[in-house]
Every structure is written in C-alpha cells, then in structure tokens.
C-alpha cells in the first residue's frame, strides 16, 4: 500500500517536472515569435525611424513616406553623421526636398529616443506617429514608447522594418544561430528589467 503510494507521488512528481520543462521550452521556442510586433501601418503625420540596423529601418520609413502614409521623416541617432552614408545611397533627393526629413540627435537608448520624439511631437502638434524599427526590437520599443506616450492624445503605431538582416526569423531555425539567438535573449532580457523596474 505504501509502495504504490509511493510509486504514485513519484509519478505524479515526474508527470509535474516534464510538463514544466516542455512548457518552459514551448515558452521559449515561441519568444522570437512574441518579439515581433508589426501592426498595420495607418495614416500618420509622421514616420519616426530609429538608428541602428543596416538601412532597412530607413528604407521602411521612405517607402511609407512615398505611399503617402506620412507628411514627413523623423530621424532619430546619435547625431546626424549617422545616417548621411544611407540617406546618400537610399535617398539622393532627399537634401533637396526641404522639410521631408528631420534629425533628432542625442539618442542614448530606445528610451531616449521616445523621450526626444515626444517632445518633438509635442512641440509640433502632431498627433501620430509611426515608429519603425527591425522586427526583434520592435516589441520593447512598442512597450516604451506606448508608456511615455500613453497619457498624450499622441497615436503610437510601431512598424517592422520587415528585414531580419544576418539574423533568422522566428518561422526558421533561429535557435541553432548564436548571433540571432543572443538577439533574441538579449531583447527578453531587456524587457524583463523593464517589467522589472517598474514594480
């Protein structure tokens, strides 16, 4: 009697233990997946493309410019040095259409820049925005730029880039490749010490 007893609890213990590691590694298998946020994109006055990637954030944010999807281009880095090379070789004519595209410098951070493009919005009345950005950064910069924008009348739509670059997409054997893997942990770990950090 007690041995079956036994033999039961430890059933049940083994039972608990693998349905805990298959639910972590489900968990884990669809990270990548969950990072991606990519809303449709709607009118809006502007498109707010932040720095870093290798030119598909920027090429995103022409491409809705040029379907008229937004009024101007709002460029966001440490300074405007950063995107010369790409505006040169992406947009040639952009220097002569005046208005089209406008730098903000003194990015630190996604934070920073939410801090910068709010302000600006503020400062201009604009009333929608467009934040573009690759895929994998896409759901922290939904997450921070929805908080600081949250108390405004200010309409927050972030938008992929569509462009995973050297990394893998989450439909593709991204856990075998350490650079996308590293991206992948790197942006959970981040978005967990915000989740943190507001507790």
């Known amino acids: 009697m007690l ?38 994109p709607r009118k809006a006055d502007i498109a707010v493309v932040l720095g870093g990637g290798g ?30 090379a790409m505006l040169r070789r992406q947009c040639p004519a952009c220097t002569s259409e005046v208005g089209k595209i406008v730098f903000l410098s003194g990015s630190i951070n996604t934070q920073t820049d939410a801090r910068l493009v709010f ?6 009345s604009i009333t929608g925005v467009l934040v573009v950005t690759d895929p994998y950064h896409t759901r922290r910069a939904s997450l921070l730029f929805n908080s600081l924008f949250k108390p405004s009348n200010i309409q927050v739509t972030v938008v992929s880039s569509g462009e995973f670059g050297s990394r893998l997409s989450p439909d593709q054997h991204w856990w075998l490749d350490e650079p996308t893997l590293r991206t992948v942990w790197n942006e959970l770990g981040k978005i967990l010490f915000l989740k943190i950090k507001k507790l």
Do not use: F, H
């Open 119 to 124: 302000e600006y919005c503020r400062e201009n």
């Open 3 to 40: 041995r079956s007893r036994l033999l039961i609890l430890l059933a049940g213990t083994v039972l608990g233990i693998a349905l805990i590691v298959l639910t972590g590694v489900w968990t884990a298998y669809r990270v990548p997946a969950w990072l991606v946020v990519d809303q449709p």
């Open 55 to 84: 030119g598909s954030r920027l090429k995103k944010g022409l491409a809705l410019y040029a379907a008229g999807m937004v009024d101007r281009i709002v460029l966001v880095d440490k300074n405007k040095q950063c995107w010369d």
